[in-house]
C-alpha cells in the first residue's frame, strides 16, 4: 500500500470535467468548460508553424523570464486601462492562471496554520488546490438572488477564524463570479477595499474580455491585491496553458521565486504573442458570443420552468423551477449529453457556455423539448 501518501490527498478525486466522466457521443456541442467555440484562425495557425519551424529551437529550454511575452501582455494592458499604467515587473505567467492559483496558495499560507476565504458558488479550484496542499478553505454561502457575498457572514468568518488560529490571508474573488456571471458590485468593492493590508485579495478577471470591466486601475491603492486572466477563454488558447497575474511589484517577485523556471513551454508563449498581435481579430468574436448570450437569456428567462441570471461572462446559469430541482437537474443535463449538448451540472444549477449560433440554437431546441416532455 501507498502508506507514505498524505491521507487529504488520498481522499481527494482527481480533478475531471463531467464529460469526460460520462459517456458521450463523437460529435458534440462542448459547452460545459467555458472555451471559446472557435479554434484560432488559419492565419494565426500558420504564423505559429512558422515560427515553430524557423525560430522555436526544440533542443533549448524555453525563456524563462518570459521576457517577449510579459511586455506584449503590458501593451494589451495598457491598452485597454490607459489609466493605471502597469509595468513588466508587476506580471507573473503562469501555465495557466490555476497555476497562478497555487503559487499564490504556497507564498501566502503553506506551512502556516492560515487559511483561505471563498463566497460559494465559486470557482472550484481555488479549495480543491487548497486542498492538496494542506490548506483550510472556509466557505461562506453567497445571497441566492443575485450572488452577492454575504459581507456580514464574511466579516465573522474572518474573526472567527483569526480567534481559532487559521487566521484568513487569501480571499478569492471571480469578477464576473463562475458559475453565476455575476460581477462585483460597488459595495463589494467597498468591502475588499476595507480589507486590511495582511489578507491578499485575489480578483480572478478570467471573464475580463466578455465582461468589459476590470479593477487594474485601482492596483496602484491596493498593493495587497492582485489581478487573474488567461488566455483560456476569449483568447481561444486553452490548449496552451497560458494564464497570467497583475499586482504589486514585492508580491510579483515572489510568485516568480516559487513557480517552476520553465513553466510555460515555447511554443505556448509564442501561441500567447500571436494571439495578441492579432487580438484586434481574434476578439471580434466577444461581440457575437455577448449578443449570443444575451439573445439566449431572453429566450430563457421567459420560461417559467426556469430561474435564469443575467450573466457578463461567455455563460448562463439557471436552475430548474420545480420540485425536487437537483435531481431533475441532474437528469435534464444527462438528457442533453446523450442529444450531444454538454452542460455542467453545478452548484444546485446547470451553466451552459455560450457557443456558436448554432450550437446555441440546438442547446435551446433542446432544452425546449426536454422541458415539454418532462414538466
Ligand atoms: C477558466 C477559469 C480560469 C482559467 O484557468 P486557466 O488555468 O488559465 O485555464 C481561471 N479562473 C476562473 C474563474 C475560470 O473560470
Known amino acids: 500500500m501507498v502508506n507514505f501518501i498524505r491521507p487529504e490527498i488520498a481522499q481527494l478525486l482527481a480533478y475531471s470535467s463531467h464529460a469526460e466522466a460520462m459517456e458521450t457521443p463523437s460529435n458534440v456541442d462542448k459547452l460545459d468548460t467555458n ?66 492559483i497555487r ?29 492538496t496542499l494542506g490548506i483550510t478553505t472556509i466557505s461562506i454561502p453567497r445571497e441566492e438572488t443575485k450572488f452577492t457575498i454575504q459581507r456580514g457572514q464574511a466579516d465573522q468568518a474572518i474573526a472567527q477564524a483569526e480567534a481559532s488560529g487559521h487566521p484568513v490571508k487569501v480571499i478569492f474573488v471571480v469578477h464576473p463570479n463562475s458559475p453565476t456571471g455575476n460581477l462585483l458590485t460597488t459595495e463589494e468593492i467597498q468591502w475588499l477595499k476595507e480589507r486590511t493590508e495582511d489578507i491578499l485579495i485575489v480578483i480572478d478577471e478570467a471573464y475580463f474580455e466578455f465582461s468589459g470591466q476590470s479593477l487594474v486601475t485601482e492596483l496602484s491603492q491596493h498593493p495587497n491585491w ?7 477563454k476569449a483568447f481561444r488558447l486553452a490548449a496552451h496553458r497560458v494564464g497570467y ?32 498581435k492579432q487580438r484586434q481579430k ?43 430541482p437537483e435531481q431533475q437537474q441532474k437528469h435534464l443535463v444527462q438528457t442533453l449529453q446523450k442529444q450531444g449538448t454538454l452542460l455542467r451540472h453545478t452548484a444546485n444549477g446547470i451553466r451552459i457556455t455560450i457557443g456558436s449560433p448554432a450550437e446555441n440554437e440546438r442547446t435551446q431546441a433542446h432544452l425546449k423539448t426536454y422541458l415539454q416532455d418532462k414538466f
Open 226 to 232: 492582485i489581478i487573474l486572466r488567461t488566455f483560456s
Open 245 to 276: 497575474c497583475i499586482g504589486d511589484a514585492q508580491l510579483i517577485q515572489a510568485l516568480e521565486k516559487i513557480r517552476l523556471p520553465y513553466n510555460v513551454p515555447s511554443f505556448s508563449q509564442a501561441a500567447a504573442i500571436v494571439a495578441l
Open 282 to 324: 481574434l476578439l471580434t468574436t466577444v461581440e457575437e458570443t455577448q449578443k449570443e448570450r444575451d439573445r439566449l437569456y431572453n429566450e430563457l428567462v421567459s420560461d417559467s420552468r426556469l430561474k435564469v441570471w443575467e450573466s457578463s461572462a461567455n455563460f448562463l446559469y439557471l436552475r430548474l423551477n420545480v420540485s425536487d
Open 35 to 100: 472555451e471559446s467555440p472557435y479554434d484560432l484562425g488559419a492565419e494565426e495557425k500558420e504564423k505559429l508553424a512558422w515560427q515553430y519551424q524557423q525560430l522555436i529551437q526544440s533542443n533549448r529550454y524555453p525563456d524563462s523570464t518570459h521576457r517577449e511575452l510579459k511586455s506584449a501582455i503590458v501593451e494589451y494592458i495598457n491598452e485597454t486601462d490607459p489609466s493605471g499604467f502597469v509595468s513588466e515587473n508587476q506580471i507573473s505567467i503562469g501555465n495557466g492562471s490555476d497555476e497562478l
Open 103 to 131: 503559487s499564490l496558495l504556497i507564498a501566502t499560507c503553506v506551512g502556516t496554520s492560515a487559511s483561505i476565504l471563498l463566497a460559494d458558488p465559486t470557482f472550484s479550484m481555488y479549495k480543491i488546490l487548497a486542498q
